[in-house]
T-cell receptor, first 110, second 113 residues
Framework: EDQVTQSPEALRLQEGESSSLNCSYT??????LFWYRQDPGKGPEFLFT???AGEEKEKERLKATLTKKESFLHITAPKPEDSATYLC???????????FGKGTRLSVIA | KAGVTQTPRYLIKTRGQQVTLSCSPI?????VSWYQQTPGQGLQFLFE???????NKGNFPGRFSGRQFSNSRSEMNVSTLELGDSALYLC????????????FGPGTRLTVT
């Protein structure tokens, strides 16, 4: 069964303190690895899609990377407005539905 | 461009009742997926519709059903509500019919008492 595991469950950072969130996946024939951000009371907001090992994508203070077993979301010099739950999801070949991890709840303290 | 809209935003129902939730995708998007989000289980896939056809279905009982109309709007129905059905129900649309770049609505918060 396809599984996506995120760690840590919760992370508290000081403003400016860089860190990484981990997403490990077990899926045969990965089609894509997706990152979303979810604020309280809102639906997830799409951030990145990664398709192959070695691929990297950046958006402001966020950079997502992909290996054959894991993806990392690196947050450089975070600000309080980066506080949110970050979700990753995997998809198999053949347009199968996304399988989501349970998320990492990030708090950035000023 | 308007985003994905869901109605109603909040709903309180009693055990045994049924409920219908509505989702309007982004204009031009033909794929609509539904998810259930709970603190314990996270986001779980319910079903996906593309051009009025159900393409994928998650591991939920038959009490959960859905449909899509010719204008891509979608509804999901839950019959014989149980306390465990209390959750945030999210719909997401995509233009390509693949999971790439799904855009989520704000969700419908369903509380079953």
């Amino acid at each position: 069964e396809d599984q996506v595991t995120q760690s840590p469950e919760a992370l508290r950072l000081q403003e400016g303190e860089s860190s990484s969130l981990n997403c490990s996946y077990t899926v045969s024939g990965l089609r894509g690895l997706f990152w979303y951000r979810q604020d309280p009371g809102k639906g997830p907001e799409f951030l990145f899609t990664l398709y192959s090992a070695g691929e990297e994508k950046e958006k402001e203070r966020l950079k997502a990377t992909l290996t054959k077993k894991e993806s990392f979301l690196h947050i450089t010099a975070p600000k309080p407005e980066d506080s949110a739950t970050y979700l990753c999801a995997s998809s198999q070949a053949g347009n199968t539905p996304l399988v989501f991890g349970k998320g990492t709840r990030l708090s950035v303290i000023a | 461009k308007a985003g994905v809209t869901q109605t109603p935003r909040y709903l309180i129902k009693t055990r045994g009742q049924q409920v219908t939730l509505s989702c309007s995708p982004i204009s031009g998007h033909r794929s609509v997926s539904w998810y259930q989000q709970t603190p314990g289980q996270g986001l779980q896939f319910l079903f996906e519709y593309f051009s009025e056809t159900q393409r994928n279905k998650g591991n939920f009982p038959g009490r959960f059903s859905g449909r899509q109309f010719s204008n891509s709007r979608s509804e999901m129905n839950v019959s014989t509500l149980e306390l465990g059905d209390s959750a945030l129900y999210l719909c997401a649309s995509s233009i390509s019919g693949t999971p790439d770049e799904q855009y989520f609505g704000p969700g419908t918060r369903l509380t079953v008492t």
